[in-house]
C-alpha cells in the first residue's frame, strides 16, 4: 500500500527497526542506569536538600515521556515498502543526488517519513515542502519549491538506490 492508503506515520523499515533499537535500550539498560542513579542520590541523604536526586527524578521523567512517544509513533506507524524494480522516479524509501540550482551544491537525499528525517545525515522528510516537490521526480527533472525563504529549484541529478 503507498503511503495515500494508510492512516498513521509512514516510515522505512530501517526507520522502524531503528525507533526498536532506541526503545529497547530506554526500556532496558537505560532504566536501569536511571534507578540505580536514583538509588545512590536518595542514599545520600536528606530529599529536600538533595540537588542530585531531584535532577535524576527529573532525567527520569524526560526519559519516560520518550518512552511513551516511541511507543506512540511504533504503534500509529506502517512500514511503506520500498519499490525495488528499476525506475527513473525518487520515491519514499529511495535515493538520489539532487542539485540545489541557487547553491549550485548537489545532496544525497533519502525520502523517509517525517520521524527518521535527518537532514544532517541525508534523510529528508516526504512529507516535506521540498520532500513532497521531489517526490515521484524523474531523473532529470527541475522542481520548484515555495520555502518560508522564498523559492528554490532542485534537479534530480541521478538515483543512487
Known amino acids: 500500500m ?3 492508503e494508510q492512516s498513521g506515520e509512514p516510515i522505512t523499515a530501517a526507520g522502524i527497526e ?3 533499537a532506541e526503545l ?4 532496558g539498560p537505560k532504566r ?5 542513579r536514583i538509588k545512590t542520590a536518595r542514599d545520600e541523604g536528606d530529599l529536600k536538600e538533595n540537588a542530585e ?3 535524576a527524578k527529573e532525567d527520569q521523567a524526560h526519559m519516560e515521556t520518550r518512552i ?6 511504533l504503534q500509529k506507524a506502517f512500514v511503506v515498502e ?6 527513473d522516479r525518487f520515491a519514499f524509501g529511495r535515493s538520489a543526488e539532487v542539485l540545489d540550482e541557487a547553491k549550485g551544491e548537489s ?3 533519502t525520502l523517509v517519513g517525517s520521524t527518521e528525517a535527518n537532514l544532517a545525515e541525508g534523510r529528508l522528510s516526504a512529507e516535506s515542502p521540498i520532500g513532497r516537490a521531489l517526490m515521484n521526480a524523474t531523473v532529470g527533472a527541475t522542481v520548484k519549491v515555495e520555502t518560508p525563504r522564498g523559492s528554490r529549484t532542485f534537479k534530480v541529478l541521478k538515483l543512487v538506490s
Open 2 to 4: 503507498s503511503a495515500n
Open 18 to 20: 531503528d525507533l526498536k
Open 24 to 27: 529497547a535500550e530506554l526500556e
Open 32 to 36: 536501569l542506569a536511571m534507578a540505580a
Open 53 to 55: 536526586y531531584h535532577v
Open 68 to 73: 511513551k512517544r516511541l511507543r506512540e509513533r
Open 82 to 87: 520500498v519499490d525495488k524494480t528499476p525506475s
Open 107 to 109: 545532496s544525497v537525499w
